[in-house]
């Protein structure tokens, strides 16, 4: 059983920066990759970005690489999403996802959602 949090949304003008927080809690294993779905009103969720919890590696979508970073702290047992020169386009319901998942990109492969989190990027 695992629970995500997610934190950090709000409204932000073009060009200016949010960090979203994913706080987790249960069991979290070594295998799982945690990853950042969005979903804009009256459009499909897409995939925006995710890591491995072991190992580290990440993915971005292309709509999002050298503007967003995804990270992990262990400790804290917490994912983040630095996101940079937001745009309008990025408007959003953010979500944090968990699963033990083989193709990082595709939200139906995970097992764990968090409540989303807002995030609005006015012109």
């Known amino acids: 059983q695992v629970q995500l949090v997610e934190s950090g949304g709000g409204l932000v003008q073009a060009g200016g920066s949010l960090r979203l927080s994913c706080a987790a809690s249960?069991?979290?294993?070594?295998?799982?990759?945690m990853g950042w779905f969005r979903q804009a009103p009256g459009k499909e969720r897409e995939f925006v970005a995710a890591?491995?919890?072991?190992?580290?590696?990440?993915y971005y979508a292309d709509s999002v690489k050298g503007r967003f970073a995804i990270s992990r702290d262990s400790a804290k047992i917490t994912v983040y999403l630095q996101m940079n020169n937001l745009k309008p386009e990025d408007t959003a319901v953010y979500y944090c996802?968990?699963?033990?998942?083989?193709?990082?990109?595709?939200?139906?492969?995970?097992?764990?959602w968090g409540q989303g989190t807002q995030v609005t990027v006015s012109s």
């Open positions: 996802a968990a699963g033990s998942v083989t193709t990082t990109t595709i939200g139906g492969a995970y097992d764990y």
């Open positions: 890591i491995r919890w072991s190992g580290g590696s990440t």
């Open positions: 249960g069991r979290i294993f070594s295998r799982y990759a």
